[in-house]
């Protein structure tokens, strides 16, 4: 179940920029081959576990992969509805944008793996039966593995709004 509950919005990541494009009628062949690779890159990253333990590492990189596909799509969304897109990189000076560059990697690194941790621990849970998950060693564990993923991701998202604010500003 949680599987899915990842697939399904993934797929629609997929497919908005392909569809975006085939409704304008621009940059079709630019639209597809990007739909095409980052599908093949979340596809190879999700079966990365199942193989060498080498390759297994591509995984780490999924969740960071999808959620910067997600602020791709939240641009995508705003320009059709004629917003403008936030931004984030706004440096004037070339080491500065290098450092906001730097910043946005390192928060889609944080947030995206604590989404995986969250979804991890939601995959370890989920065998459990309702009232398994009122043990307090259980509770416990809950709490910690919580946290544990809740630390990076208000850091990421304390990225997030610092590079918004520093853009706003300029």
Known sequence: VSDRLIGTPVHAMFS???GYALAKNRRLGRAWVNAVICHALVNV???????APLLSFLSYGLFPFLLWMFWRLEKLLRRVQRQPPIILISGST???????????LFALMLGGNSLLGFFLLAR???PLSP????????LWFIFNRFVLNLIPALLAWGIYRYLRRSASHQ
Do not use: K, N
């Open 124 to 126: 370890i849970l989920s």
């Open 45 to 51: 990253s999700a079966a990365a576990p199942r193989y």
């Open 94 to 104: 070339p080491i500065h944008r290098y450092w906001q560059i730097g910043l946005v």
């Open 131 to 138: 009232s398994q998950l009122f043990y307090s060693d259980v």
């Open 16 to 18: 908005a920029p392909w």
